[in-house]
């Protein structure tokens, strides 16, 4: 066993070779541990984890998945995921071995998080339990593809609940010209909200933009960016996917807006952020322009899908709108396929006519 004891300060030290990734050796020493078995653990904790062997502890394994997955990932992302399972997952399976864990164990925990109350003293929204659901199983497969995990236990327990999802909530229209009088007298919130309705970008999106990407002379505004506040600062970072990476043509009226928006800011350069606003302020003219018109409240991302069945209910397709909002048109025709009409009848009477057709030609 490569653990030693330095005889200067009576502390115990792990010094040993291993194979890299690359197949180099290298040394690891590590100094300090005020007891042999405290280096023995250090030591045996590493070796699992250079050989990727499952009978390390979730916790472990956590600390690998993290060296494998955290470069691949926006920041902001990243601090997402890594808060989902500090909170929720590792004070549960942290101290387990993770080749132990079963499908019996995932479901014992999942019925725990369905009784368990979040910080707002209600019960955990289903919605919030199928995204911690998603990071256990997340780790588990990379378990499986790459550790030689032979299964991922929490998908054979399948996912925290089978409810239905919260139905969608929108505006119509008229709801939101009624909002948008009613905030008129702020005019930075006014265009702010102008631009998240009628370009239906995310509030990420909105809080980045900087004059530079506004092409008045063709109408069109860029989207190459997002804005995110982490850990008490301002942070831009690229937009959410790679299909978000879009040039939205503005209606005129619109283009004229912005422009008078652009004119109206003091010593305003092409990389100052046109709205440097906080959430919480969009929040906050949220709520007032609502209470003061009298529409029903919604959440700010809410007026997406607003901007969204707009556009379906104006005729377009959803190869179309997904290319405006930056999405995946798969993802439009299965988020919103209850507000695209029916072309159920259309369908029965064309195989109708197929039908009459063929006994007419055989008559």
């Known amino acids: ?10 502390t115990w030290y792990v010094s040993l070779w291993f194979t890299a990734w690359d197949g180099s050796k290298k040394k690891k020493l590590k100094r300090g541990f005020a007891t042999k078995h405290e280096a023995a653990e250090y030591e045996r904790k590493f070796h699992n984890q250079e050989q990727g062997k499952m009978e390390m502890t979730f916790s472990d394994f956590f600390q690998l998945y993290k060296q494998d997955i955290k470069p ?24 387990r071995v993770i080749s132990d864990i079963a499908a019996k164990d995932v479901i014992k925990w999942q019925n725990e998080l369905r009784n368990s109350i979040g910080e707002n003293g209600k019960p955990i929204s289903v919605q919030y339990l199928h995204t911690i659901h998603n990071q256990i199983s997340a780790i588990f497969n990379h378990a499986v593809r790459f550790y030689d995990l032979p299964s ?16 969608m909530q929108f505006w119509t229209q008229e709801e939101y010209k009624k909002f948008s009088e009613a905030i008129m007298d702020k005019p930075l919130a006014f265009y702010a909200f102008e631009l998240l309705y009628w370009c239906g970008i995310r509030e990420g999106e909105l809080l980045a933009l900087t004059s530079a990407d506004f092409d008045f002379e063709n109408s069109t505004l860029t989207i190459n960016k997002s804005y995110q506040r982490l850990k008490g600062k301002d942070v831009i970072t690229s937009p959410k996917t790679v299909k978000s990476n879009r040039t939205i043509k503005m209606p005129d009226f619109l283009c004229d807006e912005m422009r008078d928006l652009v004119s109206s800011l003091y010593d305003c350069k092409p990389t100052d952020r046109l709205f440097p606003v906080t959430k919480h302020f969009l929040k906050h003219e949220m709520e007032r322009g609502c209470k003061e018109a009298g529409v029903k409240r919604i959440r700010i991302h809410d007026i997406r899908h607003s ?6 209910e104006m005729g377009f397709s959803a190869v179309a709108i997904a290319e405006r909002v930056g999405h995946e048109s798969i993802d439009i025709t299965y988020r919103y396929a209850h507000m695209f009409p029916s072309t159920q009848t259309e369908m029965a009477d064309k195989l109708n006519n197929i ?9």
């Open 307 to 312: 901007a969204i069945s707009l556009l379906i």
């Open 72 to 95: 691949r990932l926006k920041l902001n992302t990243w601090l997402t995921k890594e808060a989902i399972i500090t909170k929720h997952i590792l004070p549960y399976f942290g101290n």
């Open 152 to 167: 991922n236990p929490a998908s054979k327990a399948g996912n925290v609940s089978t409810s239905e999802k919260k139905e």
């Open 355 to 363: 039908r009459k057709e063929s006994e007419e030609n055989v008559g």
């Open 1 to 10: 066993m490569p653990v030693y004891k330095d005889n200067k300060n009576g």
